[in-house]
């Protein structure tokens, strides 16, 4: 079946540019993660959707960094004046249910961030 | 401070030569203990979930166990196609009463044939 998808797959801003990535969650899943990964190292959480409601933004890093899960599907991560330090691989997960429990996050590919 | 350490950083093994990564870990409540491989360009896929001291999981070539501070990731006479970047996460409480992963660096492993 059909796994998360992310689009844009690439996406290069000029420092201050506002950007948008979109995640496509599996169909059904009612959690969803947005994590950050720079060159070199493990992803690192940014926030946590269960369904509609944004229960954890603890990771965003600044206040220019905004997600949103208006239906409970679809996720879009907005960063608004981008600057260097923002550039990464943005991956965004799902799962099934609400409390983790037993199971596990299924990740999408990515959007990969240059910001010059 | 909840923390993942994950050794080596990279490792470089021939075809059939079998190896060991480590995961190291410092949590308060620990919920699970995870591995992912991740190729170039891809997001992680999920290989395995541990929840408690002493258990283990097999998957072809890999074994992966679990005690009270680390983790082992066992690789059994790799293959070339086993080259890739593998992370351990664990899975903690929130202070909003949600469940989050923490990852370590990963160990990237390139197998030679």
């Known amino acids: 079946g059909a796994g998360v998808s992310q689009s844009p797959r690439y996406k290069v801003a000029k420092r201050g540019q506002d950007v948008a990535l979109r995640c496509d969650p599996i169909?059904?899943?009612?959690?969803l993660f947005w994590y950050q990964q720079a060159l070199g190292q493990g992803p690192e959480f940014l926030t946590y959707?269960?369904?509609?409601?944004?229960?954890?933004k603890s990771g965003l890093p600044s206040d220019r960094f905004f997600a949103e899960r208006p239906e409970g599907s679809v996720s879009t991560l907005k960063i608004q004046r981008t600057q260097q330090e923002d550039s990464a691989v943005y991956l965004c997960?799902?799962?099934?249910?609400?409390?983790?429990?037993?199971?596990?996050?299924?990740f999408g590919p990515g959007t990969r961030l240059l910001v010059l | 401070e909840d923390q993942v350490t994950q050794s080596p950083e990279a490792l470089r093994l021939q075809e059939g030569e079998s190896s060991s990564l480590n995961c190291s870990y410092t949590?308060?409540?620990?919920?699970?203990l995870f591995w992912y491989r991740q190729d170039p360009g891809k997001g992680p896929e999920f290989l395995f979930t541990?929840?408690?001291a002493g258990e283990e999981k097999e998957k072809e070539r890999l074994k992966a166990t679990l005690t009270k501070k680390e983790s082992f990731l066992h690789i059994t006479a790799p293959k070339p196609e086993d080259s890739a970047t593998y992370l351990c996460?664990?899975?903690?409480?929130?202070?909003?009463?949600?469940?989050?992963?923490?990852f370590g660096k990963g160990t990237k492993l390139t197998v030679n044939p």
């Open positions: 959707f269960q369904n509609e409601a944004q229960l954890d």
């Open positions: 949590v308060s409540g620990l919920r699970g």
């Open positions: 996460a664990v899975r903690i409480l929130t202070q909003g009463g949600s469940e989050k992963l923490v």
């Open positions: 541990l929840y408690s």
């Open positions: 169909s059904g899943h009612v959690s």
């Open positions: 997960a799902s799962s099934p249910r609400a409390r983790l429990s037993q199971e596990t996050q299924y």
